[in-house]
T-cell receptor, first 111, second 113 residues
Framework: GENVEQHPSTLSVQEGDSAVIKCTYS??????FPWYKQELGKRPQLIID?????GEKKDQRIAVTLNKTAKHFSLHITETQPEDSAVYFC??????????FGKGITLSVRP | EAEVAQSPRYKITEKSQAVAFWCDPI?????LYWYRQILGQGPELLVQ????????DSQLPKDRFSAERLKGVDSTLKIQPAELGDSAMYLC???????????FGQGTRLTVV
């Protein structure tokens, strides 16, 4: 959402390595944390999401972890492939349920 | 597979002219979003609807932009008059309700000359 910070802003990894993208949020009322992927020239698409009553969620090579105490959540991609190269957006929907995006993190996977 | 439909795909207009974009969300989706995305930036939320009601339009430049969703189904975003800085991709997205997966349309690429 509006108060979500993403870091780093760009990330480059070797194919086959893991990539981790971290985000922090400030709204204690946030209870839904989706991650969107946007490939060049395409529309954003949800790749994984997590709700505040869960600490971790996995879907094949992708996992998301949530630390409510520290107010941060992370995206983990294992065995990265060139098709993972894209802009990734982390966001939250707080008490007002607004779905807002930051600048995103550009992930480049080097073959 | 159901998709969010947007038209037109591309629009070129002269500055000071009026332009309108149309969005048809996935059937049954009560929440509808309009975003503007400038190249190299993330989508900027312009307006969010819940059925026919505006939930948030705090970032909508109301002197020139308007949005409506009269019957709570399809929606129209209008710009009048268009300015050079309005050149961007306009994305529509819908969700069953807020706080669930949002599905995006292919967008309308607007160029103001």
């Amino acid at each position: 959402g509006e108060n979500v910070e993403q870091h780093p802003s760009t990330l480059s990894v070797q194919e086959g390595d893991s990539a981790v993208i971290k985000c922090t949020y400030s709204d204690s009322a946030s209870n839904y944390f989706p991650w969107y992927k946007q490939e060049l020239g395409k529309r954003p698409q949800l790749i994984i999401d997590i709700r505040s009553n869960v600490g971790e969620k996995k879907d094949q090579r992708i996992a998301v972890t949530l630390n409510k105490t520290a107010k941060h959540f992370s995206l983990h991609i294992t065995e990265t492939q060139p098709e993972d190269s894209a802009v990734y957006f982390c966001t939250d929907t707080g008490a007002n349920s607004k779905l807002t995006f930051g600048k995103g993190i550009t992930l480049s996977v080097r073959p | 597979e159901a998709e969010v439909a947007q038209s037109p795909r591309y629009k070129i207009t002269e500055k000071s002219q009026a332009v309108a974009f149309w969005c048809d969300p996935i059937s049954g989706h009560a929440t509808l979003y309009w975003y503007r995305q400038i190249l190299g930036q993330g989508p900027e939320l312009l307006v969010q609807f819940q059925d026919e009601s505006v939930v948030d339009d705090s970032q909508l430049p109301k002197d020139r932009f308007s949005a409506e969703r009269l019957k709570g189904v399809d929606s129209t975003l209008k710009i009048q008059p268009a300015e050079l800085g309005d050149s961007a991709m306009y994305l529509c997205a819908s969700a069953t309700v807020a706080n669930t997966e949002a599905f995006f349309g292919q967008g309308t690429r607007l160029t103001v000359v």
